[in-house]
């Protein structure tokens, strides 16, 4: 599963506790369909992810009453998390650009990376 153009059901969203035991990489992106920093982030992080097309990326709808984005103490959108193994190797706020999210793809560990 690579890029995820759409946010996952709220009645489908993860626990904190599933992704703790999720094994491999995995990719989240926490945000909100109408943030305009997620929406330019979109085709920067959809054009980085073609070089990682079996990273599983999930898009975590956040914002009031969504515990998921507090449990990582998310406080601005997008924010998105590396996880390996379910632990954190790396987390970029605000992406910028094409480079800075492939930098930030980077951080997976050589055995996941597919490029």
């Given at each position: 599963m690579a890029f995820s153009s759409?946010?996952?059901?709220?009645?489908?969203?993860p626990g904190a506790e599933q992704l703790a035991i999720e094994a491999g990489p995995l990719l989240l992106e926490f945000g909100a369909p109408w943030c305009q920093y997620c929406q330019a982030a979109q085709p920067?992080?959809?054009?980085?992810?073609?070089?990682?097309p079996t990273l599983r990326h999930l898009k975590i709808e956040d914002g009031k009453g969504r515990?998921?984005?507090?449990?990582?103490?998310?406080?601005?959108?997008?924010?998105?998390l590396l996880l390996q193994d379910g632990q954190e190797i790396a987390r970029l706020v605000r992406p910028d650009s094409q480079q800075a999210v492939e930098q930030f793809l980077a951080s997976l560990p050589a055995a996941s990376r597919t490029s």
């Open positions: 759409h946010f996952t059901a709220q009645d489908q969203e920067l992080l959809a054009a980085a992810m073609q070089h990682h515990r998921l984005g507090r449990s990582f103490k998310v406080k601005l959108w997008p924010t998105l």
